[in-house]
Protein backbone atom coordinates (compact mmCIF):
# COMPACT_ATOMS: atom_id res chain seq x y z
CA UNK A 1 0.00 0.00 0.00
CA UNK A 2 1.82 3.67 -1.01
CA UNK A 3 -0.13 6.64 -0.88
CA UNK A 4 1.19 7.84 -4.44
CA UNK A 5 -3.00 8.64 -5.41
CA UNK A 6 -3.00 10.87 -2.36
CA UNK A 7 0.50 12.70 -3.55
CA UNK A 8 -0.60 13.02 -6.66
CA UNK A 9 -3.98 15.01 -5.46
CA UNK A 10 -2.57 16.59 -2.03
CA UNK A 11 1.33 16.77 -1.25
CA UNK A 12 0.19 17.89 1.98
CA UNK A 13 -1.79 15.25 2.84
CA UNK A 14 0.47 12.57 1.79
CA UNK A 15 3.47 14.24 3.63
CA UNK A 16 1.11 13.90 6.92
CA UNK A 17 0.27 10.67 6.52
CA UNK A 18 3.80 9.52 6.19
CA UNK A 19 4.92 11.48 8.84
CA UNK A 20 2.59 9.70 11.12
CA UNK A 21 3.57 6.18 9.44
CA UNK A 22 7.44 6.97 10.88
CA UNK A 23 5.73 8.42 14.02
CA UNK A 24 4.13 5.27 14.58
CA UNK A 25 7.70 3.48 13.68
CA UNK A 26 9.00 5.81 16.19
CA UNK A 27 7.41 5.96 19.09
CA UNK A 28 6.06 3.50 21.91
CA UNK A 29 2.84 4.17 21.59
CA UNK A 30 1.62 2.96 25.28
CA UNK A 31 -1.76 5.44 25.16
CA UNK A 32 -3.84 2.37 27.35
CA UNK A 33 -6.66 2.45 24.40
CA UNK A 34 -4.13 2.92 21.13
CA UNK A 35 -2.89 -0.26 18.67
CA UNK A 36 -1.61 -0.89 16.03
CA UNK A 37 -3.93 -2.27 13.35
CA UNK A 38 -3.07 -5.25 10.84
CA UNK A 39 -2.30 -4.11 7.03
CA UNK A 40 -5.30 -6.33 5.92
CA UNK A 41 -7.34 -3.99 8.39
CA UNK A 42 -6.04 -0.99 6.61
CA UNK A 43 -7.13 -2.45 3.09
CA UNK A 44 -10.63 -3.05 4.18
CA UNK A 45 -10.82 0.40 5.94
CA UNK A 46 -9.70 2.13 2.58
CA UNK A 47 -11.79 0.08 0.26
CA UNK A 48 -14.72 1.39 -2.22
CA UNK A 49 -17.48 0.25 0.56
CA UNK A 50 -17.12 4.09 2.25
CA UNK A 51 -19.31 4.90 -1.29
CA UNK A 52 -22.21 2.61 -0.04
CA UNK A 53 -25.66 3.54 1.43
CA UNK A 54 -26.37 0.87 3.59
CA UNK A 55 -29.28 2.50 5.99
CA UNK A 56 -31.00 -0.37 7.69
CA UNK A 57 -29.12 -4.21 8.11
CA UNK A 58 -28.52 -6.99 6.33
CA UNK A 59 -30.83 -7.83 4.23
CA UNK A 60 -33.40 -5.56 4.84
CA UNK A 61 -31.95 -2.20 3.73
CA UNK A 62 -33.57 0.94 2.34
CA UNK A 63 -31.50 1.36 -0.59
CA UNK A 64 -30.36 -0.97 -3.44
CA UNK A 65 -27.40 -2.37 -4.48
CA UNK A 66 -26.31 -4.04 -1.66
CA UNK A 67 -25.38 -7.39 -1.55
CA UNK A 68 -21.74 -6.45 -0.86
CA UNK A 69 -22.73 -4.49 2.15
CA UNK A 70 -24.69 -7.27 3.65
CA UNK A 71 -22.18 -9.90 3.15
CA UNK A 72 -19.28 -8.06 4.62
CA UNK A 73 -21.63 -6.76 7.58
CA UNK A 74 -23.15 -10.33 8.03
CA UNK A 75 -19.57 -11.37 8.40
CA UNK A 76 -18.58 -9.07 11.21
CA UNK A 77 -21.88 -10.07 13.05
CA UNK A 78 -21.36 -13.58 12.41
CA UNK A 79 -17.57 -13.39 14.05
CA UNK A 80 -18.25 -11.18 16.79
CA UNK A 81 -21.55 -13.53 17.91
CA UNK A 82 -18.56 -16.46 17.74
CA UNK A 83 -15.70 -13.76 19.38
CA UNK A 84 -17.84 -12.76 22.56
CA UNK A 85 -20.89 -15.01 22.75
CA UNK A 86 -23.34 -12.79 22.59
CA UNK A 87 -27.17 -13.36 21.37
CA UNK A 88 -27.37 -9.99 19.59
CA UNK A 89 -24.99 -7.99 17.89
CA UNK A 90 -25.04 -4.60 16.25
CA UNK A 91 -21.80 -3.40 14.41
CA UNK A 92 -22.93 0.08 12.91
CA UNK A 93 -21.80 2.40 16.20
CA UNK A 94 -19.51 4.51 14.86
CA UNK A 95 -17.59 4.82 17.49
CA UNK A 96 -17.61 3.15 21.32
CA UNK A 97 -19.21 7.05 22.71
CA UNK A 98 -21.47 5.90 20.02
CA UNK A 99 -22.41 2.47 21.21
CA UNK A 100 -23.31 3.56 24.36
CA UNK A 101 -26.00 6.00 23.15
CA UNK A 102 -27.64 3.49 21.32
CA UNK A 103 -28.01 1.42 24.50
CA UNK A 104 -29.47 4.96 26.57
CA UNK A 105 -32.05 6.02 23.92
CA UNK A 106 -33.23 2.44 23.05
CA UNK A 107 -33.66 1.81 26.92
CA UNK A 108 -33.95 5.13 28.53
CA UNK A 109 -36.31 7.98 28.53
CA UNK A 110 -34.73 11.68 29.12
CA UNK A 111 -34.61 12.00 32.67
CA UNK A 112 -33.77 8.45 33.85
CA UNK A 113 -30.91 7.48 36.30
CA UNK A 114 -27.60 6.51 35.42
CA UNK A 115 -25.80 5.27 37.76
CA UNK A 116 -21.95 4.76 36.83
CA UNK A 117 -18.16 5.25 37.98
CA UNK A 118 -16.59 8.47 38.62
CA UNK A 119 -14.72 10.21 35.57
CA UNK A 120 -11.54 10.51 37.85
CA UNK A 121 -11.89 6.91 39.61
CA UNK A 122 -11.98 5.34 35.64
CA UNK A 123 -15.18 5.89 34.28
CA UNK A 124 -15.28 7.64 30.77
CA UNK A 125 -17.37 10.43 29.08
CA UNK A 126 -19.97 9.05 28.10
CA UNK A 127 -21.43 7.51 31.16
CA UNK A 128 -22.91 10.53 32.18
CA UNK A 129 -20.34 13.22 32.54
CA UNK A 130 -21.46 16.73 32.27
CA UNK A 131 -20.26 17.77 29.21
CA UNK A 132 -21.37 14.96 27.26
CA UNK A 133 -24.92 14.64 26.39
CA UNK A 134 -25.21 11.54 28.88
CA UNK A 135 -24.84 14.05 31.37
CA UNK A 136 -26.83 16.51 29.80
CA UNK A 137 -30.25 14.40 29.45
CA UNK A 138 -30.09 11.77 32.05
CA UNK A 139 -30.02 11.81 36.10
CA UNK A 140 -26.06 10.97 36.56
CA UNK A 141 -25.22 8.99 40.05
CA UNK A 142 -21.47 8.37 40.34
CA UNK A 143 -20.15 5.49 42.78
CA UNK A 144 -15.70 5.69 43.12
CA UNK A 145 -13.45 3.07 43.60
CA UNK A 146 -12.26 3.00 47.07
CA UNK A 147 -9.47 5.09 47.63
CA UNK A 148 -7.29 2.18 49.66
CA UNK A 149 -7.50 -0.34 47.29
CA UNK A 150 -8.19 1.15 43.92
CA UNK A 151 -11.26 -1.04 44.04
CA UNK A 152 -14.45 -1.34 43.40
CA UNK A 153 -15.77 -1.62 46.60
CA UNK A 154 -18.98 -3.88 45.57
CA UNK A 155 -21.31 -3.66 48.54
CA UNK A 156 -20.77 0.10 49.15
CA UNK A 157 -22.46 0.13 45.26
CA UNK A 158 -25.39 -1.53 45.86
CA UNK A 159 -25.93 0.27 49.58
CA UNK A 160 -25.82 3.24 46.67
CA UNK A 161 -27.81 1.84 43.85
CA UNK A 162 -30.33 1.04 46.54
CA UNK A 163 -30.40 4.50 47.39
CA UNK A 164 -30.68 6.33 44.54
CA UNK A 165 -32.56 3.68 42.21
CA UNK A 166 -31.21 3.68 38.92
CA UNK A 167 -33.08 2.86 35.75
CA UNK A 168 -29.40 1.53 34.39
CA UNK A 169 -26.00 0.63 36.21
CA UNK A 170 -22.70 0.80 33.97
CA UNK A 171 -19.45 -1.49 34.76
CA UNK A 172 -16.73 -1.91 32.80
CA UNK A 173 -14.56 1.28 32.78
CA UNK A 174 -11.16 3.83 30.95
CA UNK A 175 -8.92 3.35 33.83
CA UNK A 176 -9.25 0.33 36.02
CA UNK A 177 -6.60 -2.70 36.93
CA UNK A 178 -8.07 -5.49 38.54
CA UNK A 179 -10.54 -8.23 37.08
CA UNK A 180 -14.68 -6.74 37.32
CA UNK A 181 -17.37 -8.89 39.32
CA UNK A 182 -19.41 -8.55 36.74
CA UNK A 183 -21.86 -11.40 38.03
CA UNK A 184 -22.28 -9.06 41.01
CA UNK A 185 -22.35 -6.00 39.15
CA UNK A 186 -25.40 -7.98 37.20
CA UNK A 187 -26.99 -8.67 40.52
CA UNK A 188 -26.87 -5.40 42.12
CA UNK A 189 -28.66 -4.03 38.79
CA UNK A 190 -31.30 -6.74 38.84
CA UNK A 191 -31.86 -5.92 43.10
CA UNK A 192 -33.23 -2.47 41.93
CA UNK A 193 -34.99 -3.47 38.72
CA UNK A 194 -32.12 -1.50 36.45
CA UNK A 195 -30.31 -2.84 33.43
CA UNK A 196 -26.85 -3.68 33.63
CA UNK A 197 -24.42 -2.40 30.89
CA UNK A 198 -21.59 -3.80 30.74
CA UNK A 199 -18.79 -1.39 28.81
CA UNK A 200 -15.86 -3.47 27.73
CA UNK A 201 -14.22 -0.96 25.61
CA UNK A 202 -11.22 -1.05 26.92
CA UNK A 203 -10.94 -5.21 27.44
CA UNK A 204 -12.73 -5.88 24.00
CA UNK A 205 -9.83 -8.34 22.69
CA UNK A 206 -8.74 -9.84 26.16
CA UNK A 207 -12.25 -10.83 26.80
CA UNK A 208 -12.36 -12.48 23.60
CA UNK A 209 -9.35 -14.52 23.40
CA UNK A 210 -10.68 -15.39 27.35
CA UNK A 211 -7.73 -14.06 29.24
CA UNK A 212 -10.26 -11.78 30.93
CA UNK A 213 -13.32 -12.23 32.53
CA UNK A 214 -16.51 -11.80 30.36
CA UNK A 215 -19.33 -10.24 31.21
CA UNK A 216 -22.04 -11.71 28.04
CA UNK A 217 -23.35 -14.13 30.55
CA UNK A 218 -24.20 -11.16 33.60
CA UNK A 219 -25.12 -7.94 31.43
CA UNK A 220 -28.37 -6.95 28.97
CA UNK A 221 -26.00 -4.61 27.05
CA UNK A 222 -22.30 -5.26 26.30
CA UNK A 223 -20.73 -2.30 24.35
CA UNK A 224 -17.02 -1.84 23.29
CA UNK A 225 -14.57 -0.29 20.70
CA UNK A 226 -13.48 -1.93 18.30
CA UNK A 227 -9.77 -0.36 18.12
CA UNK A 228 -8.08 -0.94 21.56
CA UNK A 229 -7.41 -4.63 22.77
CA UNK A 230 -8.77 -6.16 19.61
CA UNK A 231 -7.09 -4.63 16.35
CA UNK A 232 -10.63 -4.27 14.02
CA UNK A 233 -10.23 -0.39 13.37
CA UNK A 234 -11.89 2.61 14.81
CA UNK A 235 -15.59 1.75 15.76
CA UNK A 236 -18.40 0.55 18.21
CA UNK A 237 -19.69 -2.44 19.03
CA UNK A 238 -22.82 -3.42 20.73
CA UNK A 239 -24.14 -6.51 21.85
CA UNK A 240 -26.94 -7.71 23.58
CA UNK A 241 -29.96 -10.08 24.70
CA UNK A 242 -32.09 -11.26 21.93
CA UNK A 243 -35.28 -9.26 23.55
CA UNK A 244 -33.52 -6.11 23.33
CA UNK A 245 -32.74 -6.35 19.92
CA UNK A 246 -35.37 -4.57 17.89
CA UNK A 247 -34.77 -1.32 20.42
CA UNK A 248 -31.02 -1.07 20.44
CA UNK A 249 -31.01 -1.59 16.11
CA UNK A 250 -33.58 1.09 16.38
CA UNK A 251 -32.03 3.18 18.28
CA UNK A 252 -28.87 3.29 16.39
CA UNK A 253 -30.36 3.65 12.51
CA UNK A 254 -32.95 5.77 12.48
CA UNK A 255 -32.45 6.69 15.81
CA UNK A 256 -29.06 8.63 16.08
CA UNK A 257 -26.93 7.48 12.93
CA UNK A 258 -27.83 7.59 9.09
CA UNK A 259 -26.00 5.64 6.86
CA UNK A 260 -23.67 2.78 8.46
CA UNK A 261 -19.83 3.54 7.89
CA UNK A 262 -19.28 0.06 5.52
CA UNK A 263 -15.60 0.47 5.36
CA UNK A 264 -14.72 0.49 8.95
CA UNK A 265 -17.55 -2.24 9.00
CA UNK A 266 -15.24 -3.90 6.56
CA UNK A 267 -12.71 -3.30 8.88
CA UNK A 268 -14.32 -5.27 11.78
CA UNK A 269 -14.94 -8.04 9.98
CA UNK A 270 -11.04 -8.11 8.87
CA UNK A 271 -9.99 -7.58 12.57
CA UNK A 272 -12.73 -9.92 14.29
CA UNK A 273 -11.41 -12.77 11.70
CA UNK A 274 -7.93 -12.28 12.95
CA UNK A 275 -8.79 -12.72 16.37
CA UNK A 276 -10.47 -15.72 15.82
CA UNK A 277 -7.17 -16.89 15.28
CA UNK A 278 -5.44 -18.96 17.77
CA UNK A 279 -2.46 -16.55 17.36
CA UNK A 280 -5.01 -13.62 18.79
CA UNK A 281 -5.11 -15.76 22.16
CA UNK A 282 -1.46 -15.89 21.95
CA UNK A 283 -0.89 -11.85 21.62
CA UNK A 284 -3.75 -11.53 24.04
CA UNK A 285 -2.38 -13.13 27.22
CA UNK A 286 1.03 -11.79 25.91
CA UNK A 287 -0.03 -7.91 26.42
CA UNK A 288 -1.62 -9.02 29.92
CA UNK A 289 2.10 -10.52 30.80
CA UNK A 290 3.64 -7.61 29.39
CA UNK A 291 1.61 -5.21 31.55
CA UNK A 292 2.23 -7.63 35.00
CA UNK A 293 6.25 -7.63 33.85
CA UNK A 294 5.92 -3.36 32.86
CA UNK A 295 4.14 -3.49 36.78
CA UNK A 296 6.70 -5.06 38.34
CA UNK A 297 9.92 -3.09 36.62
CA UNK A 298 8.05 0.15 37.74
CA UNK A 299 7.71 -1.00 41.08
CA UNK A 300 11.18 -2.41 41.58
CA UNK A 301 11.98 1.28 40.77
CA UNK A 302 10.10 2.58 43.63
CA UNK A 303 7.02 4.30 41.91
CA UNK A 304 3.81 2.96 43.35
CA UNK A 305 0.68 1.64 41.35
CA UNK A 306 -3.09 2.20 41.78
CA UNK A 307 -4.57 -1.43 42.72
CA UNK A 308 -0.72 -2.19 43.18
CA UNK A 309 -0.31 -4.22 40.07
CA UNK A 310 -2.86 -5.22 37.17
CA UNK A 311 -5.02 -8.04 35.84
CA UNK A 312 -5.45 -6.28 32.24
CA UNK A 313 -3.43 -4.74 29.98
CA UNK A 314 -2.60 -1.57 31.51
CA UNK A 315 -1.43 0.18 34.93
CA UNK A 316 -1.53 2.96 37.04
CA UNK A 317 1.07 5.03 38.33
CA UNK A 318 0.49 7.04 41.37
CA UNK A 319 3.20 9.80 41.66
CA UNK A 320 1.52 11.57 45.03
CA UNK A 321 4.16 9.39 47.29
CA UNK A 322 7.01 8.65 45.43
CA UNK A 323 7.46 12.14 43.21
CA UNK A 324 5.14 14.73 45.21
CA UNK A 325 6.60 17.72 42.97
CA UNK A 326 6.29 16.06 39.85
CA UNK A 327 2.75 15.50 38.33
CA UNK A 328 1.24 13.64 35.51
CA UNK A 329 1.36 16.35 32.94
CA UNK A 330 5.44 16.52 34.21
CA UNK A 331 5.84 13.35 32.81
CA UNK A 332 3.83 12.85 29.88
CA UNK A 333 5.53 15.79 28.60
CA UNK A 334 8.47 14.13 29.00
CA UNK A 335 7.73 10.54 28.02
CA UNK A 336 7.05 12.45 24.90
CA UNK A 337 10.20 13.81 24.77
CA UNK A 338 11.55 10.32 24.79
CA UNK A 339 8.81 9.19 22.44
CA UNK A 340 6.73 7.22 24.73
CA UNK A 341 2.99 8.35 24.37
CA UNK A 342 1.59 7.66 27.28
CA UNK A 343 -0.87 9.96 28.98
CA UNK A 344 -1.50 11.70 32.44
CA UNK A 345 -4.79 10.21 34.47
CA UNK A 346 -6.58 11.27 37.92
CA UNK A 347 -5.83 8.86 40.61
CA UNK A 348 -8.51 7.67 42.89
CA UNK A 349 -9.04 10.70 45.63
CA UNK A 350 -7.02 13.13 42.84
CA UNK A 351 -5.54 16.24 45.19
CA UNK A 352 -4.59 18.05 42.06
CA UNK A 353 -7.08 18.22 39.33
CA UNK A 354 -8.58 16.57 36.09
CA UNK A 355 -6.02 18.88 33.88
CA UNK A 356 -2.71 18.39 35.95
CA UNK A 357 -3.68 14.82 37.70
CA UNK A 358 -0.97 12.79 40.15
CA UNK A 359 -1.08 9.63 37.44
CA UNK A 360 -0.01 8.03 34.21
CA UNK A 361 -1.95 5.34 32.48
CA UNK A 362 0.28 2.92 30.21
CA UNK A 363 -0.48 0.25 28.64
CA UNK A 364 0.85 -2.74 26.54
CA UNK A 365 -1.56 -3.50 23.94
CA UNK A 366 0.27 -1.40 20.82
CA UNK A 367 3.78 -2.69 22.12
CA UNK A 368 2.39 -6.20 22.20
CA UNK A 369 1.94 -6.27 18.55
CA UNK A 370 4.84 -4.90 17.37
CA UNK A 371 6.20 -7.91 19.12
CA UNK A 372 7.61 -6.84 22.70
CA UNK A 373 7.49 -9.66 25.34
CA UNK A 374 8.32 -9.62 29.20
CA UNK A 375 12.10 -8.61 28.68
CA UNK A 376 10.93 -5.51 26.56
CA UNK A 377 8.08 -4.78 28.85
CA UNK A 378 10.36 -4.55 31.72
CA UNK A 379 13.26 -2.11 29.81
CA UNK A 380 10.27 0.11 28.89
CA UNK A 381 9.47 -0.16 32.86
CA UNK A 382 13.21 0.98 33.39
CA UNK A 383 12.71 3.59 30.73
CA UNK A 384 9.92 5.38 32.22
CA UNK A 385 11.03 5.34 35.88
CA UNK A 386 14.35 6.54 34.32
CA UNK A 387 12.80 9.90 32.68
CA UNK A 388 10.32 10.33 36.23
CA UNK A 389 13.01 10.69 37.69
CA UNK A 390 14.41 13.30 35.35
CA UNK A 391 11.57 14.92 33.62
CA UNK A 392 13.89 18.30 33.23
CA UNK A 393 17.08 16.92 32.38
CA UNK A 394 18.08 16.87 28.76
CA UNK A 395 20.94 14.69 29.03
CA UNK A 396 19.77 11.61 30.75
CA UNK A 397 16.31 12.05 28.70
CA UNK A 398 18.96 12.04 25.26
CA UNK A 399 19.69 9.11 26.90
CA UNK A 400 16.53 6.99 27.00
CA UNK A 401 15.37 8.65 24.02
CA UNK A 402 18.45 6.48 22.33
CA UNK A 403 17.27 3.72 24.22
CA UNK A 404 13.28 4.35 22.80
CA UNK A 405 15.09 4.46 19.33
CA UNK A 406 16.98 0.99 19.47
CA UNK A 407 13.54 -0.52 20.78
CA UNK A 408 10.96 0.57 17.90
CA UNK A 409 14.67 -0.73 15.38
CA UNK A 410 14.27 -4.11 16.38
CA UNK A 411 10.38 -3.83 16.43
CA UNK A 412 9.36 -3.02 13.25
CA UNK A 413 5.68 -1.80 12.63
CA UNK A 414 4.09 -1.33 8.78
CA UNK A 415 7.28 -2.21 6.84
CA UNK A 416 4.70 -2.01 3.64
CA UNK A 417 4.22 1.41 4.12
CA UNK A 418 5.82 4.50 2.60
CA UNK A 419 8.41 6.76 4.89
CA UNK A 420 8.21 10.67 4.76
C1 LIG B 1 -12.66 4.30 24.97
C2 LIG B 1 -13.92 4.10 25.73
C3 LIG B 1 -15.16 4.28 25.14
C4 LIG B 1 -15.41 4.72 23.73
O1 LIG B 1 -14.58 5.58 23.18
P1 LIG B 1 -14.68 5.99 21.63
O2 LIG B 1 -13.50 6.87 21.52
O3 LIG B 1 -15.96 6.70 21.45
O4 LIG B 1 -14.60 4.73 20.82
C5 LIG B 1 -16.30 4.01 25.87
N1 LIG B 1 -16.21 3.55 27.11
C6 LIG B 1 -15.03 3.35 27.73
C7 LIG B 1 -15.02 2.80 29.11
C8 LIG B 1 -13.84 3.63 27.06
O5 LIG B 1 -12.68 3.44 27.67
Known amino acids: MDYSHVRDVDPAVADALEGEVDR ?23 SVLTNKYAEGYPGERYYGGCEFADEVEQLAIDRAK ?22 YLGMLDPGDTILSLDLT ?15 QVYDVEQYEVDPDTGTIDYEAVEEQA ?8 ISGYSAYT ?20 ADIAHITGLVAAGVHSSPVEHADFVTGSTHKTIRAGRGGIIMCREEYADD ?17 IAGKAVGFEEALRPEFEEYARQTVDNATALGESLRENGLSLISGGTDNHLVLVDLRESHPDTTGKDVEE ?31 PALTTRGFDEEAAREVGDLI ?4 DNVGDEDAKAEVADRVAKLCEAHPLYEDLPSR
Open 334 to 364: ALEDVDIDADENTVPGETRSAFNPSGIRAGT
Open 385 to 388: HRTV
Open 162 to 169: REVDPDIV
Open 24 to 46: QRETLAMIASENHVSEAVLEAQS
Open 82 to 103: ELWGAEHVNVQPHSGSQANMGV
Open 121 to 135: HGGHLSHGHPANFAG
Open 248 to 264: VDQAVIPGMQGGPLLHN
Open 178 to 197: RDVDWERMGEIAEAVDAYHL
